[in-house]
């Protein structure tokens, strides 16, 4: 069982950054692909990037050019950077890992951190 605790979420303005952190307890960290989700109170979870074990990175189209997804292995972290933020990116962010190992396909997901942009 992998544990994932996100950090770094909180009160921002319009137009402010916030740097989301997530940190895994597994020991093979750079095996897993990882996400961020966010999800609004009432809506469904939406996927908002992605970044495999090459940090090849994706993003969903309208976030592009503002988040930045990494990673760090030696720190078991990954980070998601967040520009010029907007009262719409208020929600709860989730991080996720995720690998298939030997035909079994492993999920986790983390607590959550709650962002408000909010003046």
């Known amino acids: 069982q992998v544990q994932l605790v996100e950090s770094g979420g909180g009160l921002v303005q319009p137009g402010g950054s916030l740097r989301l952190s997530c940190t895994a307890s597994?020991?093979?960290?750079?095996?897993?692909?990882l996400e961020w989700y966010r999800q609004v109170s009432g809506k469904q979870r939406e996927w908002v990037a992605s970044?495999?074990?090459?940090?090849?990175?994706n993003y969903e189209d309208s976030l592009r050019g503002r988040f930045t997804i990494s990673r760090d292995n030696g720190k078991r972290s990954v980070y998601l950077q967040m520009n010029d933020l907007k009262p719409e990116d208020t929600a709860i962010y989730y991080c996720?890992?995720?690998?298939?190992?030997?035909?079994?396909?492993?999920?986790?997901w983390g607590q959550g951190t709650q962002v408000i942009v909010s003046s």
């Open positions: 996720s890992a995720l690998r298939l190992h030997f035909g079994e396909h492993q999920t986790y």
């Open positions: 597994a020991s093979d960290f750079s095996t897993y692909y």
């Open positions: 970044i495999n074990t090459i940090n090849n990175t």
